[in-house]
Nanobody, 116 residues
Framework: QVQLVESGGGLVQPGGSLRLSCVAT????????MGWYRQAPGKERELVAT???????NYADSVKDRFMISRDNAENTIYLQMNSLKPEDTAVYYC??????????WGQGTQVTVSS
């Protein structure tokens, strides 16, 4: 059973930055796609950014040019550098990983609040 441990959430003022991390442990197989999703109160979960094992990235239009996803394959870790944060970025952020021959796994979520 793959376990995901997220960290880095918190309260930040508009215009500030945060860096989220997610470590995947106990995966028997290499992890292909990894990503970040978020869910704001009263809204559906939405894609923020994804990254393939080879480093190809995909971003939601709302975060392009402000967020950057990266990964360390050796450590099964992904990161989300979030800059120029806006109040509308407030949400619970979830890590998502897809190992080969395995289902998709989700982290427990980390709260990001952007407020003055």
């Amino acid at each position: 059973q793959v376990q995901l441990v997220e960290s880095g959430g918190g309260l930040v003022q508009p215009g500030g930055s945060l860096r989220l991390s997610c470590v995947a442990t106990r995966s028997r197989f290499p992890i292909t796609d990894m990503g970040w999703y978020r869910q704001a109160p009263g809204k559906e979960r939405e894609l923020v950014a994804t990254i393939t094992r080879g480093g190809r990235t995909n971003y939601a239009d709302s975060v392009k040019d402000r967020f950057m996803i990266s990964r360390d394959n050796a450590e099964n870790t992904i990161y989300l550098q979030m800059n120029s944060l806006k109040p509308e970025d407030t949400a619970v952020y979830y890590c998502n990983v897809k190992p080969i021959y395995s289902p998709t796994y989700w982290g427990q979520g980390t709260q990001v609040t952007v407020s003055s």
